[in-house]
């Protein structure tokens, strides 16, 4: 690859204020313990967001922290007195089912899932005006009209809503055209059409087209993981069919896909991430998962969180990595697979789109889940023997406490970045870490100054994978993150945008930071530096970043049984 | 009465297929298939999962597919039995599926949930089905979830016991949520449970 990208990458203007949209994520993992409600009043595109997906790691004292900040920042409060949710009313009755109990039991203190589920907005409507103002807004629906799914109110109330929509849609396909987006003032409509299902977002989150896009293509495959693609069958021999129903009960799965998208970079570079791991571990648990792929199991995935630890397919087929991200937040954002060992019906839309694999889940501990997927339907003894044979090997190999650990020492951070072995004049650095044995950037480099690079994802093209570093300190609470996420999004956006690219290199530098993108055959790499950076040095620093990776690719990237003795 | 509590992670012993579990083994030691049938949100998974870990959870966690649990009870005259229990998603979509569960099915429990007249009918649907579909010496019990909430009743459990002797069922009330006739409920189906002729 080429060790130097362009010198003269083009700069780009400041953007104006007005683009630097509110950000807000509640993702637990950052949120610092004494993180102050009054950070976060901003009305956001992702208010009150919880689920399982995102618990995973967090104490219980900082659980109970957000509770108390997104009660205090809910203020449009007023419209919240509506009817009582189904959860409220004590265990009664769960969202999705065709009737809810009204009975009033004595109340156990509310879960933080309660409200998850009450983020809905079940009272709302297009007529309420808190409704119209929300930043943006998810649909599905059929070709003939009817609500499926809607981020933010009762579909059924949203019947008229809905039909507008359809109508604007085959408004247009009559004249034998497709609608791909409106614009109206600061709101953008992205329309998808999937054969008798229409997916539309409004926005006015300032997201590319492409963008906005990419999130419904993933709504759509995530309702296929539910539903497959034979539903359209139901609308060949029923176009009235009222599909809400067979959606029951996935709030959660779609309320977690739609926060991914302002935190999990899966979403939009179309790759996954692993869990840094020492290669010998991650060869153990590979080894046995590839046994166990040998005799019947189509796919074994070993994830921590939405981290992948090893996964392996029978004869070479592969899981496509928007697949592995679906699956993920479906079993992530279903508090049942937690409960106990499960057998369910699970299409992966890039495999099979048409048919049900059935797939067995177990979880480990916490956050540590075991996935086998099957097209058997009679499987489930099998696959409980084999997770316990996978189970003895991990433990044995430690793979399980390995794991923990490096969750909670995430590998890349900046102030690791190996320096530059031809410029000595580094101060000695405050510590070493145990896995570069090299001079290290002072943290004043890291942080401040000319070459201050902040934050970087790096995509091996070639593997589908990528990783991030660890934010720093300037990043730290969660609405900078998804902030910087939405900065990374915009190029990406620009750095494949087919009418005037692709590009190979781009310097960007506005008053939030600078952001350097560098796109060669096999990677591509995102990174963000101190906005009072120096050009050249920027350059530099990347330079030593991918230098930096190569050096830890064994450790940081899965590779297949055949690249394995790279 | 004794509950010895058998995690999941614990019993790889069992083989064979998701369908042909039975009851099984010698007369002392009773293995049993069981499946828990009922629209969403009437508690089944609430009922196992007192049954199993002595637990009540009021946030109600949606069933996907189906989750396997087991738990072996000490009956009075020394038998034990093991139930490996079936606890499928009320969802619509799983309705299709539910035979994969319950085919095969030494015991099934169909769950409605008193305060709803909507849900005891799905409940006599999910009766229909395994008549038609279950094997024949299936013990079926109905079970009348959510007791607790005896104020906002709408299903009497005059009528459910009816229905429950017109079909051949145990029919039993349970609150999942006070412990309430849960541990009842299954050992009156281990006591029902066909004996092996000792050989």
């Known amino acids: 690859m080429d060790p130097n990208p362009s010198p003269h990458p083009t700069d780009s203007q400041p953007e104006p204020p007005e683009k630097r949209l509110a950000a807000l994520s509640l993702r637990s993992a950052h949120l610092p313990p004494d993180f102050a409600p009054a950070e976060i009043q901003e009305d956001d595109d992702d208010e009150g967001y919880l689920t399982a997906a995102s618990r995973g790691g967090s104490s219980s004292c900082a659980a109970a922290a957000w509770k108390d900040e997104v009660d205090g920042l809910d203020d449009d409060k007023d419209v919240d007195v509506g009817p009582p949710s189904p959860s409220s009313s004590g265990y009664a009755g769960e969202r999705g089912s065709s009737l809810a109990s009204s009975a009033g039991v004595d109340d156990p203190q509310p879960q933080p899932d309660d409200w998850a589920r009450d983020k809905k907005h079940l009272d709302e409507d297009d007529a309420s005006a808190s409704w119209r103002k929300r930043k943006k807004h998810f649909f599905i629906l059929s070709n003939s009209g009817k609500p499926i799914y809607s981020r933010y109110g009762d579909e059924h109330k949203l019947a008229g809503f809905s039909a507008t929509l359809q109508a604007i849609i085959s408004f247009v396909e009559n004249s034998g055209d497709h609608i791909k987006f409106v614009r109206a003032g600061k709101h953008q409509i992205v329309f998808l059409v999937k054969g008798p299902i229409y997916l539309v977002c409004i926005s006015c989150t300032q997201e590319s087209y492409e963008g906005l896009r990419g999130q419904l293509e993933l709504m759509y495959g995530q309702m296929l993981l539910i539903l497959t693609k034979s539903i359209n069958k139901c609308f060949e021999k029923n176009p009235k069919f009222d599909m809400a129903s067979l959606l029951g009960g996935t709030d959660a799965v779609f309320l977690s896909l739609i926060h991914a998208f302002s935190w999990n970079p899966a979403t939009f570079l179309h790759a996954y991430t692993c869990i840094p791991l020492a290669q010998s571990t991650r060869k153990a648990a590979s080894a046995v998962l590839q046994d166990v792929a040998d005799s019947g199991v189509l796919f074994a995935l070993l994830m921590c969180e939405h981290k992948v630890i090893s996964l392996v397919g029978a004869q070479k087929e592969t899981l496509h990595p928007d697949d592995i991200f679906l699956l993920s937040n479906f079993i992530l954002s279903s508090e049942s697979f937690r409960t106990s060992e499960s057998f369910s019906p699970i299409c992966i839309p890039r495999y099979n789109p048409m048919a049900f694999l059935y797939a067995y889940v177990h979880f480990f501990d916490e956050n540590t889940y075991l996935t086998l997927l099957t097209s058997s339907a009679n499987a489930f003894y099998d696959l409980k023997d084999s997770r316990s044979r996978i189970q003895n090997v991990l433990l044995k190999a430690n793979v399980l406490d390995e794991v923990q650990k490096s969750l909670r020492e995430s590998a890349l951070r900046i102030e690791d970045l190996p320096a530059d072995p031809s410029s000595r004049s580094v101060s000695p650095p405050p510590q070493f870490s145990e896995d570069v044995n090299s001079q290290l950037l002072s943290s004043e480099m890291a942080i401040g100054g000319p070459a201050g690079l902040w934050h970087f994802i790096y995509k091996s093209i070639y593997l589908d994978q990528y990783v991030s570093s660890e934010f720093p300190l300037v990043i730290s609470n969660p609405k900078q993150q998804k902030r910087l996420y939405k900065a990374y999004k915009k190029m990406y956006a620009s750095m494949h945008d087919k009418t005037i690219g692709p590009h190979k290199t781009q310097f960007r530098r506005d008053e939030d930071y600078v952001l350097f993108c560098w796109i060669t055959q096999d990677f591509e790499l995102y990174a963000a530096f101190n906005p009072l950076a120096d050009k050249m040095q920027a350059i530099k620093i990347c330079n030593r970043v991918c230098q930096w990776i190569r050096d830890l690719e064994n450790e940081i990237f899965v590779y297949g049984e055949s690249t394995l003795s790279w | 009465m004794g509950c010895s509590s058998s995690l999941p992670a614990n019993n790889a012993g069992a083989v064979g297929n998701i369908n042909n579990e039975n009851s099984a083994t010698d007369s002392k030691n009773l293995r049993v298939k069981l499946v828990l049938l009922g629209d969403s949100g009437v508690g089944k998974s609430c009922i196992v999962l007192r049954f199993v870990r002595g637990q009540f959870d009021p946030t109600s966690k949606v069933t996907v597919g189906a989750s396997f649990l087991s738990q072996t009870l000490a009956l009075e005259d020394s038998t034990t039995v093991k139930f490996e229990i079936w606890d499928t998603a009320g969802q619509e979509r799983y309705a299709a599926l539910a035979p994969l569960y319950y085919r095969g099915a030494g015991a099934a429990i169909v769950v409605y949930d008193i305060t709803s007249p909507e849900l005891f009918n799905k409940a006599q649907y ?56 849960i541990n009842q409920l299954f050992e009156e189906i281990a006591k029902r449970l066909p004996r092996p002729a000792p050989s």
């Open chain 2, 126 to 181: 999910w009766v229909k089905e395994l008549q038609k579909h279950g094997s024949p010496d299936m013990i079926m019990a109905l079970v009348g979830n959510k007791a607790d909430l005896h104020d906002n009743r709408c299903v009497s459990s005059q009528d459910a016991k009816e229905y429950a002797d017109r079909n051949s069922m145990f029919f039993i009330e349970t609150s999942a949520k006070t412990a309430d006739n």
